[in-house]
């Protein structure tokens, strides 16, 4: 049973990129970032709030962490990931998070003077190559093309990144706060530190077309990355990891931009050409040899 909930919360998080790059059509990556979490902050609430109140000495003994994770996880993970699908397909933001695993070790070794072995070296140095292969579209002869790239996926390797960050930084949280507890603050936090920025944005930029955001298309795509990509992955995800240990589930954070790939071919008919095949094999080599003992 755990492989198959950490299997589903990879499933619906790879879901939300290809529901996200229909969203940003109709609607603004801000909207769609503060939407997702007030909804999904006002439903953990009402499912968890006796796991809050229980655990809420150590939760503010832990404010400090916790706030960063929510910066990272609930507001410029998302936020950067839909203002990048605007400019540039699901398939390839997809690619770009397939090599944060690989951002996470350079980063614990950088932050927490963790241990680098040469297999380590090996996958990032592979995984690099791969993205860098992804952003020339498979064209090394052509390096000035470095300063061209799509701001799509400029934005797409920034919401990577922010990613990689949180990964890297969820140690610092008190491992005795419950998972629920932990969701629920995370998205509360999330969605009240963005509502300023988002007040501020709006004042310069005001909402325009209302008639997108009651659409019915609209709302059900909101709904599904409120309940299962923000919730119900975070709850699946967590039960698995309590059940067979982070060590071993993490290998399931690979099946995120796997499924992502898959669906946006199938639902988006997104072209695949050779050099998201080449990327996405020099990517799997990384992460093999950085997932080696």
Not at 40 to 53: D, F, K
Request: hydrophobic share 50%; charged share 10%; with cysteine.
């Amino acid at each position: 049973m755990p492989y198959l909930f950490l299997t589903l919360a990879a499933c619906f998080w790879g879901g939300n990129y290809v529901v996200g790059r229909v969203l940003v059509t109709q609607a603004d990556p801000m909207v769609i970032s503060e939407g997702r979490w007030v909804i999904t902050a006002l439903l953990l609430l009402c499912l968890y709030q006796h796991q809050v109140r229980n655990d809420l000495s150590k939760i503010r003994k832990s404010i400090g962490p916790i706030c960063l994770l929510a910066i990272f996880g609930q507001i410029l993970f998302p936020l950067t990931l839909y203002v990048g699908l605007q400019y540039t397909s699901s398939l390839n933001a997809s690619i770009y998070l397939s090599a944060t695993p690989c951002m996470v070790l350079v980063m614990n070794k950088l932050l927490f003077n963790d241990t680098i072995s040469k297999n380590n070296i090996l996958g990032v140095l592979f995984s690099t190559i791969g993205v860098i292969y992804l952003i020339l579209q498979g064209n090394l002869t052509n390096l000035s093309e470095l300063s061209n790239i799509n701001k799509g996926d400029l934005w797409a390797m920034a919401s990577a990144m922010s990613w990689a960050c949180y990964s890297a930084f969820i140690r610092l949280k008190d491992k005795s706060i419950s998972g629920n507890a932990f969701v629920t603050v995370s998205a509360v936090l999330g969605s009240v530190m963005l509502l300023p920025v988002a007040l501020v944005y709006f004042y310069f930029y005001p909402v325009s077309n209302l008639a997108h955001y009651t659409s019915t298309s609209f709302l059900l795509g909101l709904l599904y990355i409120a309940i299962f990509a923000s919730w119900l992955s975070y709850l699946f995800w967590n039960k698995g990891i309590i059940d067979i240990g982070a060590t071993r589930g993490q290998i399931y954070t690979h099946i995120i931009p796997l499924s992502a790939g898959i669906f946006s071919i199938l639902f988006l008919h997104t072209p695949v050409a050779y050099f998201h095949i080449v990327s996405i094999v020099l990517i799997v080599i990384g992460i093999y040899f950085c997932s080696r003992k």
